[in-house]
């Protein structure tokens, strides 16, 4: 079993839809959650960093965790064309460890 | 805008040759890197972590010979790929964290393409 599961997609979703991306992960030690946007060719790009269970809001993108069920989603409302992406899970232990990450899940989103 | 910078952005090189890539953190020091390689349609694979005044540590299966680290200052890290063959050819991207201990996140660098021919 993988420590952190993510479905790879494709996901493919009409402009202006509601997109939830989750992750799974079976290691309780992990502390510190990331979601990244991954353009094609381009460096992962930090888009939500959160530390805590609960809930984190950022323009359109909230980020969830549950880390009693071990169990992040990003949700993107509004979802623009622009959005079409690739989305990694990311997350650490704490301190400067390496990160884990998900497969990540491709998205498109279609006009 | 951008806290950590790769360069070059993409090189193509002839097989059995050495390339070198250099990872900069911008405006911040940094004593731990990390480096990624990343084939197409593919996560990110952790290739090495980056120690700023000691031998980098490598992950399993990655040859220590083959992909040299060296993280000369404390904004500055290289890989070398010394004698590329064509399959090494992949995407290749560094991180760096950057904030309070604790609560430090990683930043990516935009990443080099390096084609083997």
């Known amino acids: ?111 | 805008g951008a806290v950590v910078s790769q360069h070059p952005s993409w090189v193509i090189c002839k097989s059995g040759t050495s390339v070198k890539i250099e990872c900069r953190s911008l405006d911040f020091q940094a004593t731990t890197m990390f480096w990624y390689r990343q084939f197409p349609k593919q996560s990110l694979m952790l290739m090495a972590t980056s120690n700023e005044g000691s031998k980098a540590t490598y992950e399993q299966g990655v040859e220590k010979d083959k992909f040299l680290i060296n993280h000369a200052s404390l904004t500055l890290s290289t890989l070398t790929v010394t004698s590329a063959h064509p399959e090494d050819s992949s995407f290749y991207i560094c991180s760096a964290p950057r904030g309070l201990a604790g609560q430090e996140t990683q930043y990516f660098g935009p990443g080099t393409r390096l084609l083997v021919l």
């Not at chain 1, 202006?16 to 990244?36: E, H």
């Open chain 1, 1 to 111: 079993q993988k420590e952190v599961e993510q479905d790879p997609g494709p996901l493919s979703v009409p402009e202006g839809a509601i997109v939830s991306l989750n992750c799974t992960y079976s290691n309780s030690a992990f502390q510190y959650f990331m979601w990244y946007r991954q353009y094609s060719r381009k460096g992962p790009e930090l888009l939500m960093y959160t530390y805590s269970s609960g809930n984190k809001e950022d323009g359109r993108f909230t980020a969830q965790v549950d880390k009693s069920s071990k169990y992040i989603s990003l949700f993107i409302r509004d979802s623009q064309p622009s959005d079409s992406a690739t989305y990694l899970c990311a997350m650490v232990s704490g301190g400067y460890n390496k990160l884990i990450f998900g497969a990540g899940t491709r998205l498109a989103v279609h006009p």
